[in-house]
């Protein structure tokens, strides 16, 4: 009889363990419980979409607080990314002559010192940096830069060719403040410039440092650039902080008469000042890459997304099934985007991507209304609960009261934008407006916090493989 007990227990306890386990499905995305899906009182369906691939052509600039991109990235995948970075100094106080008595004054050397704050792509990339002078006659105002627009002129080179090795950016430096004081401080780059541009400073008078504008009158700013042709790894973007302390031009020096020590004079980029002229100009050159191929693809069906970082791509998603789709209780729905493989993925990574929509008939762009809660003030919003960040080879968005307001309030079916943009600039749908309501101008939200940053391949909606899919799980009403 004991015997006979224990296995009844056990029976019981497998069958209540197994209806436990049916009762819960997180779906793909692991957000919230939902009802099985028994096909009698719940059911799940799998919606087709056609996937098509363009240019993002938008205006996106890089502003003195953002982290500014200097390299060159040779991607098989994607072609090549070049990043140059342009910005002002200026001497830190007005009124006065930086050097003093500047006729007994012998200039040591002249640094230009930048804040490094990361990396995208490969650690072990070395590249050939050079630092140029602003040509006065160059269009170079405080203004938004966007990041494709066209290149600043520049006059002669300030530096020699400078190697850096990515791997050791972030190493402490040493850097001597006299003859006796030695500091160490990591994150720098510090290039060695000409002296001559010291003796320049020097001997320039009391009317040029009056003010912001008679400096500019005689130096208009510095422009950093890698090297495309001699760069022996080109494998990287490191990314510089312009207003942060130790981004400085230094200008040692020592007197002819009197102490030996050396001391220097500085120069910065000061956004508090009565300007904030910086740009950071990045170009992609997909000539010979499998994304340049895919591109000439004619097709309104891809069979793969090539999803580049501002300035870069977008992909065009059509869910035709939407339109055709009843009333029901929808309890899940979510956009599944699988990854593909590609080639040296382990050096360039995913960025995060953005879904939003696109309302052809008012010729905006929309967040997905009802789902994506952002803060319009802070322009942030929870990646987590939206989606966007990939997780196992996929990303998952979160669409269920966008698609629930569709089949039951018959709220319009679009086309939806799937991109990597930096800031992403679309018209706030306001969640559970009813009927649904639109922020004025375009909200400002930040993606991916490095311009540039980030490259991912996606199957697209004939891939042969695992492909990009809407799955609603639902109950009939």
Do not use: W
Not at 129 to 141: G, L, M, N, R, T
Not at 372 to 386: P, Q, R
Not at 455 to 470: D, K, Q, Y
């Amino acid at each position: 009889m004991k015997k006979i007990l224990t296995v009844f227990f056990s029976l019981v306890s497998i069958i209540f363990i197994n209806q436990s386990c049916q009762k819960i499905d997180s779906t793909t995305l692991g957000g919230g419980l939902i009802p099985i899906v028994d096909n009698v009182n719940t059911f799940d369906t799998t919606l087709d979409i056609m996937t098509d691939l363009g240019f993002l052509n938008d205006s996106t600039g890089v502003t003195y607080s953002d982290n500014h991109a200097i390299g060159v990235m040779d991607d098989p995948e994607f072609g090549r990314t070049s990043a140059n970075t342009y910005f002002e100094v200026l001497p830190a106080t007005l009124g006065v002559q930086p050097f003093g008595n500047k006729d007994s004054v012998i200039v040591d050397s002249v640094i230009l010192s930048l804040a490094y704050t990361g990396r995208y792509g490969d650690s072990n990339a070395v590249e050939q940096f050079k630092v140029y002078e602003i040509a006065q006659s160059a269009h170079f105002a405080d203004s938004l830069y966007p990041v494709k627009g066209q290149d600043i002129p520049v006059a002669g080179p300030l530096s020699q060719n400078v190697t850096v090795n990515f791997i050791t950016l972030d190493d402490p430096k040493t850097v001597r403040q006299g003859e006796d004081t030695a500091i160490s401080i990591p994150n720098v780059l510090r290039i060695p410039l000409n002296n001559s541009l010291g003796q320049r400073l020097v001997n320039y008078d009391t009317t040029v440092y009056k003010t912001d504008s008679s400096f500019r009158e005689s130096f208009k700013g510095l422009a950093i650039k890698a090297d495309t042709f001699s760069s022996p790894i080109k494998k990287a973007l490191a990314y510089f902080n312009l207003q942060d302390a130790n981004t400085r031009l230094y200008v040692y020096y020592r007197k002819k008469n009197g102490t030996i020590d050396t001391t220097f004079a500085e120069f910065q980029f000061d956004p508090n000042r009565s300007s904030r002229r910086n740009a950071n100009l990045i170009v992609r050159n997909i000539n010979g890459s499998n994304y340049a191929s895919n591109l000439a693809d004619n097709s309104k069906n891809h069979e793969k997304l090539y999803i580049q970082s501002t300035p870069g791509s977008y992909a065009s998603l059509y869910v035709p099934g939407l339109k055709t789709l009843t009333n029901r209780l929808v309890h899940r729905a979510e956009l599944i985007v699988p990854q593909v493989a590609s080639a040296e993925e382990n050096y360039f990574t995913p960025p995060v991507l953005f879904l939003d929509v696109m309302d052809s008939a008012n010729n905006r762009f929309t967040t997905i209304p009802n789902d994506f809660i952002g803060d319009i003030t802070t322009g942030t919003y929870n990646v987590a609960t939206f989606g966007g960040a990939i997780n196992n080879n996929r990303y998952v968005f979160d669409i269920t009261r966008h698609i629930q307001g569709i089949v039951t309030r018959k709220e319009p079916v679009h086309s939806y934008r799937l991109y990597a943009p930096f800031y992403t600039f679309s018209q706030y749908a306001v969640p559970n407006s009813k009927p649904l309501s639109f922020t004025g101008s375009s909200v400002p939200f930040l993606v991916n916090p490095f311009i540039g940053a980030g490259r991912v391949v996606l199957a697209g909606g004939t891939n042969p493989g695992e492909r990009i899919r809407m799955r609603i799980i639902y109950s009939k009403i």
